[in-house]
């Protein structure tokens, strides 16, 4: 019991034997389908997130694309099924001692696959004399290595906003599965996000100001609701014979609520000797910069936008 235990065949035969081909009646069963659902997203998102990790431990500093790799990881799971096999998908452990052994294209990763598949073909039994004990020492000596102290004390001082959800997505983790951990994460990442745009509606530069000069207040990229009572709140305490500039050249998108509230203080500034100038309220900035970017620089041609995705985006 606290053995590796795989099958062990005798000669080709006995090893090909081991392949089964799949029971597509089970195709009837519902239950199938939200099993399948649920292992492609595990499978994605663990593979994405080593994908992120291997390309921080990657001496070289090369970005793997991910749409490559996730194609590739559904066409092997895919052959996979129709011999029997489990499901696969990238491991950080594998990654990263392929690295460590000084492993620097992708051929060392289909070294890797080609070693495991003559040690079960080959040796079967020597594999079976390999405690289970060593293969966990080895992945908390790999576990050390990637998540040392320094880099929990590193996301730390970052700050709340990234110690936070990571230390709830790793704690959720432990305590649950993969998924759940990375779901609770991810909401409190959400709600982390959300309070820091309703924290932060503008910048004012309290450096540069000096008395009597105008006050600048410039809007952040997406100004929500949520923003609403802090701009009015910040809109009524400016003093009477003040001169305010309103900066929204770098706001993507505004609420129409807070437009409503600055054309409401640009009448009201009339009776306090306020002059009021705006500044980028005429949406100067693009509200597709990636589009813009990959057209103009990278001369790729631009997607035209389908008539629903256009309806859903004027509302």
């Not at 029971?23 to 659902?37: K, M, Q, R, V």
């Not at 073909?121 to 020597?126: C, Q, R």
């Not at 990234?162 to 997505?169: C, D, G, L, N, S």
């Not at 990959?294 to 629903?308: A, D, G, H």
Request: hydrophobic share 45%; proline share 5%; glycine share 6%.
């Amino acid at each position: 019991d606290h053995l590796v235990s795989i099958p062990v065949t005798e000669g080709l035969n006995g090893f090909l034997g081991q392949f089964t081909t799949p029971d597509f009646s089970a195709f009837l069963n519902p239950a199938i389908y939200t099993i399948g659902i649920t292992m492609a997203v595990v499978a994605s998102l663990e593979t994405l997130l080593c994908v992120e990790a291997t390309d921080k431990l990657d001496p070289y500093k090369r970005v793997t694309p991910t749409n490559r790799e996730l194609l590739a990881q559904g066409t092997g799971n895919v052959v996979s099924g129709l011999i029997g096999g489990l499901p696969i998908t990238q491991v950080i452990v594998r990654s990263s001692a392929n690295i460590q052994s000084g492993g620097r294209t992708k051929a060392s990763a289909t070294i890797h696959g080609g070693l495991l598949l003559i040690s079960a073909f080959a040796i079967p039994a020597v594999l079976n004399l390999i405690p289970l004990a060593a293969l966990a020492a080895i992945l908390l000596v790999v576990g050390y290595k990637l998540a040392k102290p320094s880099m929990i004390i590193g996301m730390w001082k970052k700050g709340r906003g990234e110690f936070i959800p990571f230390a709830v997505t790793v704690i959720g983790i432990v305590l649950t599965d993969l998924l759940m951990g990375i779901a609770f994460g991810l909401v409190v990442a959400i709600v982390s996000i959300l309070w820091d745009n309703f924290k932060v509606p503008y910048k004012f530069d309290i450096r540069n100001y000096k008395s009597g000069e105008p006050i600048r207040i410039e809007f952040s990229e997406v100004v929500s609701f949520l923003n609403k009572a802090s701009i009015q709140q910040t809109l009524n305490t400016i003093p009477p014979n003040s001169k305010v500039l309103l900066d929204a050249s770098q706001t993507l998108r505004m609420h129409p609520d807070v437009h409503e509230i600055i054309e409401e203080f640009q009448i009201n500034a009339q009776t306090k000797d306020i002059t009021v100038e705006l500044i980028g309220f005429e949406a100067t900035v693009s509200e597709t910069p990636v589009e813009d970017f990959e057209e103009k620089v990278l001369q790729k041609p631009r997607i035209k936008t389908s008539k629903v995705a256009q309806l859903f985006k004027s509302k």
